[in-house]
């Protein structure tokens, strides 16, 4: 889903509204949170987690609001280029993309988050 990106600054100085993409990217991240709820579910059947409506608000709250940070791109971007990777933001070569893989990572950490909340609140 290209489509769920920001405008980089060129496509904005060109006249691309600086808004372009959040109806996709908020349309994918709602899906994606409606299968992991459906999943959270079916899980429940078969293993008794602890879960509250506080931990499961705060959890899913956490994972929602990072996952459209991050796939918005700039935040990924601009993380790299503020902790002294900036080539790896830039990475494109054998089968390897470092905005890719640093999004990745991210989005494994704020859903490790996300669990934690979801089943220690």
Same mark, same amino acid.
């Given at each position: 889903m290209r489509r769920k990106g920001a405008p980089t600054a060129e496509d904005v100085a060109a006249g691309a509204s600086p808004r372009r993409g959040w109806a996709a990217c908020l349309a994918h991240v709602s899906q994606y949170h409606l299968v992991l709820a459906a999943l959270l579910a079916l899980v429940r059947l078969f293993i008794p987690l602890p879960l509250s409506m /506080?931990?499961?608000a705060a959890g899913f709250a956490w994972s929602a609001a /990072?996952?459209?940070l991050l796939d918005r791109r700039? %935040? *990924?971007r601009w993380l790299l280029q503020r902790t002294g990777s900036p080539a790896f933001a830039e990475l494109? /070569?054998?089968g390897l993309n470092g905005m890719y893989l640093a999004d990745q990572a991210l989005h494994s950490g704020a859903l490790? *988050? %996300?669990a934690l909340l979801i089943t220690r609140l």
């Open positions: /506080t931990g499961l /990072t996952h459209a700039w %935040s *990924v494109r /070569t054998a490790l *988050v %996300s």
